[in-house]
């Protein structure tokens, strides 16, 4: 099986575009790059907010523009109109979360900031990602104050935890999607793509670095705690993955570390870590991203991005409900 990447080149934005879109907390426009293979021509980006130099810096190399930095300092009366805010939040600062119903339980999140953009603006959807443990936070108060707020907007809100290894990446990443439509409509997310089958062989480079292979020392290192873990009882520990892998664990920002949660096997050495260029397929982005960054920053804003592909299935969903709402009127 050959892993198939989309040059977002093909999609281009043209004056034609039918929808503005703003993205938000944008880190290296994963999201933005879903859309943009879902929506083509038909989607254009007039604003992005960004506040780590490196991933601004990525973000720029692969769309040609620089994003704003803090969102927190950034007045929603500066940012130009849209019809869709895209915004992958960051899940902190949630500690009042619960105590209180409504808009003002938001203060103090960085949500606070999507909420009053929104309120000001009113587009028509907003499309929030966040990591599956967001449901249950603080028992579920955190996500239904995110909901309660929207809704008293008057937003009609969807929410579903994906994987991305259903979508056709070889990564288990559950990873909670919600979807605001400022219209009265029915909305349903993709069914799972189970029978396509995914092997992590196909996201894996032909010739690889010396400098990824694992020393002894480290090696050793990460034998000893597997180890140590299993005879207290859990599964922690490095996992290792090969060609025929169905999936390897889910990538994170710390992977430039030790790269323990997803080794490779290799015949006669010690294992290697992903090279920047798979971890990067493993998030579903095609080998015409660039990547202008050390190792460490792009492990890190990989591992902080999203599942390109799963965006793009929820989007082609998205785009199916905007075109039958624009036909009706």
Known sequence: MTFKFENPKKTGITKK?????????????????????AFGEDIEFVFASEIDKYAQQTYYANFGELPHGDITQIDEKD????????????????????????????????????????????????????VKGFVNHDNGKTFQVVKNTLEDMGYKVFAKVLNAKDFGVPQNRERIYIVAFLEDIEFEFPESMKNKETKVGSILEDY?????????????????????????????????????????????????????????????KNPRK????????????????????????????????????????ISKKI???????????
Request: net charge positive; glycine share 10%; charged share 25%.
């Open 79 to 130: 940012i130009p109109p849209h019809d869709i805010i895209l915004a992958g939040f960051p899940c902190q600062a949630f500690s009042i979360a619960g105590k209180r119903l409504g808009f003002e339980d938001t203060r103090g999140t960085l949500f606070f900031d999507v909420a009053r953009i929104a309120r000001h603006h009113k587009p028509k959807l907003i499309f929030l990602e966040n």
């Open 208 to 268: 690889v670095d010396a400098k990824y292979t694992i020393s002894d020392k480290l090696w050793a290192g990460h034998q000893r705690r597997k180890v140590e873990h299993k005879a207290k009882g859990n599964g922690f520990g490095y996992c290792m993955f090969n060609d025929n892998s169905s999936h390897t664990s889910t990538i994170s920002a710390r992977y430039y570390k030790d790269g323990s949660e997803i080794l490779i096997e290799q015949i006669n």
């Open 274 to 313: 992903l090279t920047p260029r798979e971890a990067g397929r493993l998030q579903g982005f095609h080998d015409a991203f660039k990547i202008p960054v050390s190792d460490v920053q792009a492990y890190k804003q990989f591992g902080n991005s999203v599942s390109v592909a799963t965006i793009k299935e």
């Open 17 to 37: 575009a039918k929808y503005k879109a703003i993205d938000l907390f944008a880190g290296i426009g994963g999201i933005r790059l879903g859309f943009q293979q």
């Open 319 to 329: 785009y199916k409900v905007a075109k039958g709402l624009d036909s009706e009127k």
